[in-house]
């Protein structure tokens, strides 16, 4: 996710703060320093801090959930509103979905659980949920915060958990595609009404009413093109026209070519036209910087591209780069020569081939020229 820097990375994946939550945390201290100076300010940071280590936490049932079926996370980001981990891979089956949805929330039960079982009689229902009452206790107000967290995540609005849940179960008597259309259309009509309440009460819930409106259309796009993929060839909407780099070219040929054109990856090819890597522009930018302008491209081009068959589907195609997190994929035919790319623009071209089936034309029409 753009806007984010790494703070670490745990069993594999890589934890992520969107720049957006270091502007929470100054408005978090300023707005306890009017209240009661720097102590609470320090007070205030100190919790917020606990609260988003529950979130990781949170995020990390998820990670653990998904795991046990085969699915593994590269990335979790931090946001204002919550985390959000990427999948490699959507789960296959609707009961996959629903556990590694509710293992987040069932972590923050037990956190919940488990202050409530330290505090014993101490705390009580009224203090809990006065989780804006500094004068409560901070592990009070921190098991307070994480019920709050597992009802607001079983809110069946996507991207949060509840919508998960709720297309798991409709998934189990619709397909996929359908149960993410309704699922999608109850998240953005909860989304209304979020921002509705926030222009009375809390306008922090019109942020998060965007946000849920947004990510529920995302899905179900996702969905649509998931649905689609699954029954069109890679070689029908492959990008078949583009400039490609010889192994032996210089980061200056590279720079002109990218000048002279409007791609942004380069595939690097050996004489016979056998796909070796790809650069891309921040690879020209990088290897000038370091190297200067005669820097070999095999020196700076990825070689952590995949390379798929130009019969295989769409659908494994877009796995790839989910699962590799890279610029694009190398369409080789049988002598592993390369005759095409796939980019995040041929899958951002799903709708046109979303309108090409309800049209009846030809999917070869719809290959990219550059």
């Known amino acids: 996710m753009g806007w984010s820097f790494k703070i670490g990375a745990v069993g594999g994946t890589v934890i992520r703060v969107h720049i957006t939550f270091a502007l929470l945390l100054v408005w978090i201290w300023l707005a306890h320093y009017r209240v009661g100076g720097a102590p609470a300010a320090w007070q205030g940071i100190a919790f917020i801090l606990s609260v988003f280590a529950c979130v990781v ?45 509710i293992a987040g929330p069932l972590v923050n039960l037990a956190i919940a659980g488990l202050i409530v079982l330290v505090l014993g009689a101490s705390v009580g229902v009224e203090q809990i949920i006065e989780v804006d009452d500094p004068k409560i206790g ?55 009404v979020f921002g509705f309440i926030g222009l009375f009460y809390n306008p922090l819930l019109i942020f998060i009413g965007i946000f849920v409106y947004l990510a529920a259309a995302a899905e179900a796009q996702n969905a649509q093109i998931r649905e689609i993929s699954g029954s069109v060839l890679i070689s029908d909407v492959m990008v078949t026209k583009f ?36 650069l891309t522009r921040d690879d020209m930018i990088r290897g000038l910087k370091d190297k200067g302008p005669n820097m ?14 130009h019969r295989k589907s769409l659908e494994e195609s877009l796995r790839l780069m989910q699962q590799g997190n890279v610029p694009a994929i190398a369409v080789v035919d049988g002598a592993d020569h390369l005759i095409g790319l796939m980019t995040h623009e041929t899958i951002g071209e799903m709708m046109m081939v979303r309108a090409a089936v309800s049209g009846g034309f030809r999917f070869g029409r719809l290959r990219r020229h550059q």
């Open 57 to 101: 936490l949170h995020e990390f049932g998820h990670i653990v959930a998904a795991r046990y079926f085969g699915i593994k996370t590269p990335d979790i980001t931090l946001l204002p509103i919550g985390g959000v981990a990427r999948l490699e891979r959507m789960p296959e089956e609707p009961h996959q979905e629903l556990l590694i949805a």
């Open 138 to 192: 901070f592990l009070t107000r921190l098991a307070g915060v994480n019920i709050f967290l597992l009802f607001f995540n079983m809110i069946p609005a996507f991207p949060m958990d509840g919508g998960r849940v709720l297309r798991a179960a409709l998934a189990s008597h619709l397909t996929w595609s359908r149960a993410t259309h309704i699922a999608a259309m109850i998240g953005q009509g909860l989304a209304f």
């Open 243 to 278: 400039a490609r780099l010889d192994r032996s070219a210089s980061i200056d040929e590279a720079i002109e070519m990218l000048l002279a054109t409007t791609q942004r990856e380069f595939p690097v090819v050996d004489s016979v036209g056998r796909f070796e890597g790809l």
């Open 296 to 309: 070999p491209v095999v020196n700076a081009m990825r070689v952590d591209i995949p390379k798929i068959h």
